[in-house]
């Protein structure tokens, strides 16, 4: 079955430092992998996605993503972060069994920018 | 990106009623749907897989008897939460992808439910 883990349950980082946030895949196949994002309360917002091609991927709000097949890893990085960053962060790979092409999530990263 | 609203954001009932919660796709048609339930701090979990016309596919450990999903069109599927428990009382979110071959997939904004 295909998984994605996000070994870290927060991160703290300090407004304008650059910012990562973790996760590793296991899965069996090419991996299609995406970063959303959720602010309390509410639903997610997509900010990237690898499918194939360049490792280095850039998404919404200044967000990128680099895939790295030898550590199956897809972290999630910011050159400098803002306190309007604060939010949940949630890795997540496609897993296509029985046709429908589900999302299966993380766990989730808390995400807090100090000023 | 696309929108998909979800109505309504936040509703409470009481033990033993019943509430049904809708997710429109606003402008774009969607084949299948995915509701999701989300516990505090805790990631999604994939409830089913709603598709037009046909009964719902549901993962492993969830009762469809008491999670009823209706995607009666391509833009409106519902979940219904059949007599209500406290132990109900969570997040639920739906999904949508804008075509078969699209591989992102746009939220609804989430439901709280809570039931007392």
């Known amino acids: 079955a295909q998984s994605v883990a996000q070994p870290e349950d927060q991160v703290n980082v300090a407004e304008g430092n650059p910012l990562t946030v973790k996760c590793t895949y296991s899965?069996?196949?090419?991996?299609?992998l995406f970063w959303y994002v959720q602010y309390p309360n509410r639903g997610l917002q997509f900010l990237l996605k690898?499918?194939?091609?360049?490792?280095l991927v850039n998404g919404s709000y200044g967000f990128e993503a680099e895939f790295n097949k030898s550590q199956t890893s897809f972290h999630l990085k910011k050159p400098s972060a803002l306190v309007s960053d604060s939010a949940l962060y949630f890795c997540?790979?496609?897993?296509?069994?029985?046709?429908?092409?589900?999302?299966?999530f993380g766990a989730g990263t808390r995400l807090a920018v100090h000023p | 990106g696309a929108v998909v609203s979800q109505h309504p954001s936040r509703v409470i009932c009481k033990s033993g009623t019943s509430v049904k919660i809708e997710c429109r796709s606003l402008?774009?048609?969607?084949?299948?749907m995915f509701w999701y339930r989300q516990f505090p701090k805790k990631s999604l979990m994939l409830m089913a897989t709603?598709?037009?016309?046909?009964?719902?596919?549901?993962e492993q450990g969830v009762e469809k008897d008491k999670f009823l999903i209706n995607h009666a069109s391509l833009t409106l599927s519902t979940l219904t939460v059949t007599s209500a428990h406290p132990e109900d009382s969570s997040f639920y979110i739906c999904?949508?992808?804008?075509?078969?071959?699209?591989?992102?997939?746009?939220f609804g904004q989430g439901t709280r439910l809570t039931v007392v």
């Open positions: 709603s598709n037009e016309g046909s009964k719902a596919t549901y």
């Open positions: 899965v069996s196949g090419n991996p299609y």
């Open positions: 999904s949508a992808r804008t075509g078969p071959r699209n591989t992102e997939a746009f």
């Open positions: 690898y499918i194939t091609g360049d490792n």
């Open positions: 997540a790979v496609r897993d296509s069994t029985g046709g429908y092409n589900k999302l299966i």
């Open positions: 402008d774009f048609q969607a084949t299948t």
